[in-house]
């Protein structure tokens, strides 16, 4: 070989591949990020026209009716009742198995099956938990509600708080653990006032994005909390929430109840998308310092 | 014991009971009250997390025993679905569900792996390479039903002018062999596509970034240049957790409900073209089961979801089971699992 052939440059099938590879990636690249643009546009087109205070401080409106005013402020309690609820069960009972995790079983085969078991719940589709809480709530107290829907909404919590926080409390170092426990803490002393508190901004933002998550469910809700017209009337009873009067108003032929559809989809994926912005920020910021 | 020379000194000064006088751990009876009830408490919501799954699989497999001592495994290939005669079958669901997912998959894994790519190469800076990254997994965090929202109202009149160009010319091949409604198996796949797609991207990605840097830089140093490195090197080094993502991606698709349910026509029917209407599991659970009175329409429908969970639990597994074998991916991998 000769020292030329070194320098030469790459034979021109060889370069045309290299190029058009590239031109290819990028090309599904733009593709990729179409969707999300074109629906991020669509919505606010469609929805914030109508946005105002009176759509969410107000009931829907009778269908036909347009000297009332029309909203969908049932919809909004609702939704925040039971993704509430689900929030106090969920948290405390995902907390602690990150907890027992990392702190107490780490590494052991029994929390490797938990850790293993927590990602295979996380999996189960939300229809399926939406069953389950038929199963358990409604068919027994013969009654849609707003606690079968809440009861939903933390089994699908559940496994995406305790595998967020598990994260967390994995970022925070060893050496803060051995220097707790060398000052004489007890392991709950250690747990509780070192490791929780300097994980508590990861731990929350974990929760954020499944509080996030849970308030845009549909399925789970659909047949367990169902829908209603009126204001919140109690736990037992069947209850609206902003996913669900999205489905319910999408193939409705009126056109006040199609608008109110794409209006509740602005307040809610500006409330999500805030969420998951924010946390990323807040993950970023957290990671750089270290 | 005279051997110990550890042992002879200290006990030859001080007895064990001078010892216990010394109260070196330091534990008094609240504080080892507190950190023990803390333990228990600790593994009793652990073990709380364990069982929801082994209940959920209880409660359901109990609710759907009535149509599974009824139907039997005939359940599986039976195409009626009449809820007067409570007659039902599960073909045609089963059906829409696998083959809507399919086309999801055969769209999202070459967007997905551009993506991956793209945004793990240093095509890009760094500075527009990990929110580009960002950008494409937000897809993951709209709610389904606004994404069908979107599908009604933008996706299918934009779809309908392509699937009436490919019934005009193609109707020879039964795959475009019907007349296109506006909703359909079509549809239903792009939909299911965009929605796995950040699960996907994001899994690829990581997956690619956990390749020993040592790899490339040998193929480099060959002389191979960066589209070759990708093919002969990268990627084949990176199959089992590519096939893991699009594992997850799958089991995503099959459970995925209130989207496909909007576009998808929910017809129970079984055609070869992929322009007519079709049905899946999670859209008629959506359906029926607010209007489900029968126990046997009730049971049938259980056994439908208790098929859906079986499916998506195996299509988990082996996922998680592939993607852990790439080690630093599992991570986010448990992150970005579907709803």
């Known amino acids: 070989m000769k020292v030329e052939d070194l320098s030469q440059p790459l034979p021109p099938v060889r370069q045309f591949f290299s190029y058009a590879m590239t031109a290819i990636a990028f090309l599904l690249t733009g593709l990729a990020l179409l969707p999300l643009f074109a629906i991020l546009i669509e919505i606010l087109r469609q929805g914030l026209p109508n946005l105002s205070l009176e759509t969410l401080v107000s009931l829907?409106?009778?269908?036909?009716?347009?000297?009332?005013?029309?909203?969908?402020?049932?919809?909004?309690?609702?939704?925040?009742?039971?993704?509430?609820?689900?929030?106090?069960?969920?948290?405390?009972?995902?907390?602690?198995?990150?907890?027992?995790?990392?702190?107490?079983?780490?590494?052991?085969?029994?929390?490797?099956?938990?850790?293993?078991?927590?990602?295979?719940?996380?999996?189960?589709?939300s229809i399926v938990v939406g069953v389950f809480a038929y199963g358990v709530i409604v068919l027994t107290t013969k009654n849609f509600s707003a606690i079968a829907g809440s009861f939903a909404l933390a089994v699908l919590m559940l496994p995406v708080v305790v595998l967020s926080t598990e994260g967390a409390l994995n970022l925070v170092s060893n050496s803060q653990r051995l220097a707790s426990a060398a000052l004489g803490s007890s392991r709950f002393q250690t747990t509780w006032r070192v490791v929780l508190l300097?994980?508590?901004?990861?731990?929350?933002?974990?929760?954020?994005?499944?509080?996030?998550?849970?308030?845009?469910?549909?399925?789970?809700?659909?047949?367990?909390?169902?829908?209603?017209?009126?204001?919140?009337?109690?736990?037992?009873?069947?209850?609206?929430?902003?996913?669900?009067?999205?489905?319910?108003y999408a193939n409705s032929p009126y056109v006040e109840q199609t608008s109110l559809a794409w209006t509740a989809s602005v307040v809610l994926v500006l409330m999500i998308l805030l969420i998951n912005i924010l946390s990323r920020l807040v993950t970023r910021n957290r990671l750089d310092i270290q | 014991?005279?051997?110990?020379?550890?042992?002879?000194?200290?006990?030859?000064?001080?007895?064990?009971?001078?010892?216990?006088?010394?109260?070196?751990?330091?534990?008094?009876?609240?504080?080892?009250?507190?950190?023990?009830?803390?333990?228990?408490?600790?593994?009793?919501?652990?073990?709380?997390?364990?069982?929801?799954?082994?209940?959920?699989?209880?409660?359901?497999?109990?609710?759907?025993?009535?149509?599974?001592?009824?139907?039997?495994?005939?359940?599986?290939?039976?195409?009626?679905?009449?809820?007067?005669?409570?007659?039902?079958?599960?073909?045609?669901?089963?059906?829409?569900?696998?083959v809507s997912s399919?086309?999801?998959?055969?769209?999202?894994?070459?967007?997905?792996?551009?993506?991956?790519?793209?945004?793990?190469?240093?095509?890009?800076?760094?500075?527009?390479?990990?929110?580009?990254?960002?950008?494409?997994?937000?897809?993951?965090?709209?709610?389904?039903?606004?994404?069908?929202?979107?599908?009604?109202?933008?996706?299918?009149?934009?779809?309908?002018?392509?699937?009436?160009?490919?019934?005009?010319?193609?109707n020879w091949i039964p795959l475009f062999s019907t007349e296109p409604f506006g909703p359909g198996m079509l549809v239903a796949g792009v939909i299911l596509a965009i929605m796995i797609l950040p699960t996907m991207a994001a899994i690829s990605r990581d997956v690619l970034l956990a390749i020993p840097q040592e790899l490339r830089s040998a193929s480099g140093a060959l002389g191979a240049t960066r589209w070759e490195t990708i093919f002969r090197v990268m990627l084949p080094a990176a199959i089992p957790g590519l096939l893991g993502a699009a594992t997850l991606a799958l089991g995503r698709a099959l459970g995925e409900t209130m989207a496909v349910t909007m576009v998808i026509g929910n017809s129970p029917q079984i055609s070869p073209s992929l322009l007519n209407l079709a049905y899946t599991i999670p859209a008629v659970l959506a359906n029926e089961f607010g209007e489900a009175l029968d126990d046997l329409h009730i049971g049938a429908l259980m056994y439908l979801a208790l098929i859906l969970f079986a499916l998506t639990l195996a299509v988990n597994v082996f996922a998680v089971l592939l993607v852990q074998t790439v080690g630093s991916a599992s991570q986010s991998a448990t992150v970005y699992r579907g709803r």
């Not at chain 1, 499944?210 to 909390?225: D, K």
């Not at chain 2, 330091?26 to 023990?36: P, V």
């Open chain 1, 198 to 248: 300097s994980a508590l901004p990861g731990i929350t933002t974990g929760i954020l994005l499944a509080v996030a998550r849970a308030a845009g469910e549909t399925a789970p809700l659909i047949f367990t909390a169902l829908f209603s017209q009126n204001w919140f009337s109690g736990l037992q009873n069947p209850t609206p929430s902003m996913s669900v009067l999205i489905y319910n």
């Open chain 2, 1 to 98: 014991m005279t051997n110990d020379p550890k042992g002879m000194a200290p006990s030859s000064k001080l007895s064990s009971s001078d010892l216990s006088e010394i109260d070196v751990m330091g534990i008094d009876g609240q504080a080892s009250w507190l950190d023990g009830g803390f333990t228990w408490l600790a593994r009793l919501f652990a073990f709380c997390t364990v069982a929801v799954l082994g209940w959920m699989t209880w409660v359901i497999f109990q609710q759907a025993l009535p149509a599974i001592r009824e139907y039997g495994l005939e359940f599986l290939w039976s195409q009626d679905w009449s809820i007067g005669d409570l007659v039902f079958g599960a073909l045609p669901y089963l059906h829409g569900t696998v």
């Open chain 2, 102 to 170: 399919t086309i999801a998959l055969l769209l999202a894994i070459p967007i997905g792996l551009a993506v991956a790519l793209v945004t793990s190469e240093n095509f890009l800076p760094a500075w527009v390479r990990s929110p580009l990254a960002f950008i494409v997994e937000l897809i993951a965090a709209i709610p389904s039903v606004i994404i069908g929202l979107w599908g009604i109202f933008v996706l299918i009149p934009f779809l309908l002018p392509i699937q009436l160009w490919l019934f005009n010319t193609l």
């Open chain 1, 60 to 125: 829907p409106a009778p269908i036909g009716v347009t000297d009332q005013p029309n909203g969908f402020a049932n919809a909004i309690v609702g939704t925040l009742i039971m993704v509430g609820l689900a929030s106090l069960a969920s948290i405390p009972i995902g907390v602690m198995t990150a907890i027992y995790l990392t702190e107490f079983g780490k590494g052991g085969a029994i929390a490797n099956s938990i850790r293993f078991i927590a990602t295979v719940l996380s999996g189960v589709p």
